[in-house]
């Protein structure tokens, strides 16, 4: 509830401050009555093709209803935005236009579906996804709450991947497969990790609790708790804490 005043009173600011966005704050923001509503037409909107609106809406509220876990992380997502982005000025920024708040958000909702047993219906969500915000997550993946996609473009993580609670991931990310196994054959990111930009993590491997992996990188096997490695193939530069 604090976060969702928080949002009003942002976007009733910025819509005095600029008129010529009044309009579209009124429909995505101040026209509803709360956060679990306006998220759900906000990803209503960006993910429309050939389901229409009332379906996916009608799949975001269900969702929210049956499993207010996904709204509280959804709640985290946002917070960690603002809290981890320097470019991001104002709370209600993530909700509106990040899509790698988006993408996220629908991710969640795919993993419901999924766990729920309406393949179809997730893995739409995941295709939607691929097409509009460019990634791509299976809908089979676990991700904790306050995660931060950065940029998201090229973000991609396959059906056994794991992230928990607070990793950061930048562009270009993969926590891929390496094309010869089956079964549980992606990578597990524990709490607090931080992934650079292009970075690849491929295999059943484990990228210990605030471990920091470099830009570029490519990471093939698992890293300690606290430790940072950079480098083809990554090789540690400091040493677990």
């Not at 054959?185 to 471990?211: D, S, T, Y």
């Not at 490519?218 to 606290?226: R, T």
């Amino acid at each position: 509830m604090i976060l969702w005043k928080i949002l009003v009173q942002e976007a009733r600011e910025q819509a005095r401050r600029e008129p010529g966005m009044a309009t579209f704050l009124q429909a995505a923001l101040l026209g509803w009555q709360c956060f679990a509503d306006a998220l759900s037409h906000r990803l209503a909107s960006k993910l429309l093709g050939e389901v229409d609106a009332a379906t996916l809406t009608h799949w975001f509220e269900v969702a929210y209803r049956d499993a207010p876990v996904l709204l509280q992380a959804a709640e985290a997502d946002l917070i960690a935005a603002y809290d981890r982005d320097p470019a991001c000025r104002f709370y209600f920024s993530p909700l509106l236009f990040y899509k790698g708040y988006h993408a996220l958000q629908a991710q969640r909702l795919a993993h419901f579906l999924w766990q729920r047993g309406d393949l179809s219906a997730a893995l739409y969500l995941q295709h939607m996804v691929s097409e509009r915000f460019a990634v791509d997550i299976h809908p089979a993946v676990d991700i904790g709450p306050g995660v931060f996609l950065d940029h998201a473009t090229g973000f991609v993580a396959g059906e056994t991947a794991v992230i928990e609670s607070d990793v950061s991931l930048l562009h270009g990310v993969t926590l891929g497969g390496i094309g010869n196994e089956i079964g549980d054959r992606h990578p597990k990111i524990r709490q607090g990790a931080f992934i650079g930009a292009g970075a690849m993590v491929l295999g059943n491997v484990e990228v210990g609790q605030r471990a920091t992996v470099g830009a570029g990188s490519v990471v093939l096997k698992s890293v300690s708790h606290g430790a940072t490695v950079v480098g083809v193939p990554a090789q540690p530069v400091r040493k677990a804490l």
